[in-house]
């Protein structure tokens, strides 16, 4: 296909997207009495039209029917829960049995890394990435000092090359097997926040496991977004949120993968809490922990109903959509943003924006991050002058996301033409 930087060729690609009608299963936030062009799926997706449908439903349940509720609810609290592995499955490529719904991502991170980081006087550090997320940044080096190691001792931090801006996957290979003796972990982004470059999982996974060590991700900018196959790829064990690309409402649940393997393992030392209990048994209130043999053995606390039905509105979304079709749309919708920012760059005297997302496909999810070699804050604020919502990362970098659930082709053209009308 001739990709074309017009307004009829976007709208061309719109007409022919078969997930074109699903942009109106959301509120988009208004600009002038119009949608905007709202390009931040990555950092709070929108709000599906059906979730206060699904919140008011338990509110009604809870009002009508008290503490029964958690037996004759529509959706019994009981097992709220249990709706999520189906659908998430699909989306982080696992077995129903691996993962489960619950907390928030920080905290999950934490709990996973009581498991998983058990660190000996000689196997302590920690293989991540330079930049992380700052609350994972945050979450290691505490657990590192909490078994009483030193952090810039422990914490082994990959960098880019000089004069780039992504990591090379040997660059992190190589560094694993390097300090194979030492590691106690492997602990990753799947797609990194501020770069988009979404890292080779399986690769490295598979030398993690070659030099003895487990490796984690932390799926924030990918669940929702790129391809996973989590169990295939053997990943020990991973986090993200719900509010990024999964649509699930400010601060909303998070959700948690544990390799069958591992979540098979009763015996596996972890912060219990009565809901992670044997369900038989859990309600004979006995002592000593008994651990259900899958992910849901490292819940501690009951279901947070309100924030799951919000949940469950947005994954039921995905599931209409079908998760192979979002990712058609999103590699054709990224490609044409890739497309629109080059053609901006061609038309000027010097390069203006340099995209430091990878440009290759495999190694991207949707965003794209802009990396302003000059005019970059007045640019920022013509966007959002003119209704688009973007986000501006100091110093100088504009990320956006068109995300194949809500945003059109058109979107984008619209995007680059208004960069277009600031420089001329
Ligand atoms: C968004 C994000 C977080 C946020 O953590 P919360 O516990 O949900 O507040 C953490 N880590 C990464 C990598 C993120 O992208």
């Not at 074109?20 to 929108?46: A, V």
């Not at 609350?135 to 422990?154: C, I, T």
Request: aromatic fraction near 12%.
């Amino acid at each position: 296909m001739n990709i074309e930087n017009t307004l009829a060729f976007a709208q061309q690609l719109d007409e022919k997207d078969e997930l074109k009608d699903f942009r109106s299963r959301f509120y988009f936030p208004q600009h002038e009495g119009r949608d905007c062009i709202y390009l931040t799926g990555n950092s709070l997706g929108l709000q599906p039209r059906t979730v206060q449908a699904h919140v008011q439903q338990e509110l009604n349940d809870w009002a009508n029917m008290g503490v029964e509720g958690h037996f004759t609810a529509k959706h019994p609290w009981l097992s709220y829960h249990e709706q999520f592995p189906s659908i998430l499955s699909k989306i982080v490529g696992c077995q129903p049995e691996e993962v489960v719904v619950m907390n928030q991502l920080t905290v999950n991170l934490h709990l996973l890394l009581v498991t998983f980081y058990r660190p000996t006087s000689s196997r302590f550090r920690i293989i991540c990435e330079e930049k992380a997320f700052p609350s994972d940044q945050y979450a290691l080096e505490s657990q590192v000092k909490y078994h009483g190691f030193d952090p810039r001792e422990a914490i082994i931090e990959i960098k880019p090359r000089d004069g780039e801006y992504t990591l090379r996957t040997e660059d992190i290979t190589d560094a694993i097997l390097r300090h194979k003796d030492e590691l106690a972990l492997v602990l990753f982004g799947g797609v990194n926040y501020y770069t988009g470059q979404y890292f080779d999982i399986k690769k490295i996974t598979e030398v993690a496991h070659e030099a003895g060590v487990i490796a984690g991700f932390d799926l924030a900018h990918a669940a929702g977004n790129v391809e996973l196959k989590l169990h295939d790829w053997e990943v020990d064990f991973a986090c993200w949120c719900s509010y990024k690309y999964l649509n699930s409402g400010p601060g909303g649940v998070a959700g948690v993968y544990i390799h069958e393997k591992h979540a098979k393992n009763k015996d596996l030392p972890r912060f219990a809490g009565w809901w992670g209990y044997t369900k038989e048994t859990r309600f004979k209130m006995e002592k000593g922990f008994q651990a259900i043999a899958t992910a849901e053995g490292w819940q501690l606390s009951n279901a947070p109903v309100l924030s799951m039905a919000a949940h469950k509105a947005s994954l039921d979304v995905f599931e209409e959509a079908g998760i192979e079709k979002l990712h058609a749309k999103r590699k054709l919708l990224t490609a044409f943003l890739h497309f629109v920012v080059n053609d901006i760059n061609a038309k000027q005297d010097k390069k203006l924006i340099n995209v430091i997302t990878p440009a290759n496909e495999s190694e991207r999810g949707c965003q794209v991050s802009m990396l302003m070699q000059s005019k970059g804050k007045e640019v920022f604020h013509a966007l959002t002058k003119e209704g688009v919502v973007a986000d501006w990362r100091e110093p100088n970098v504009i990320r956006v996301a068109p995300v194949p659930l809500y945003n059109s082709f058109e979107d984008v053209w619209q995007f680059g033409s208004i960069i277009q009308s600031i420089l001329n």
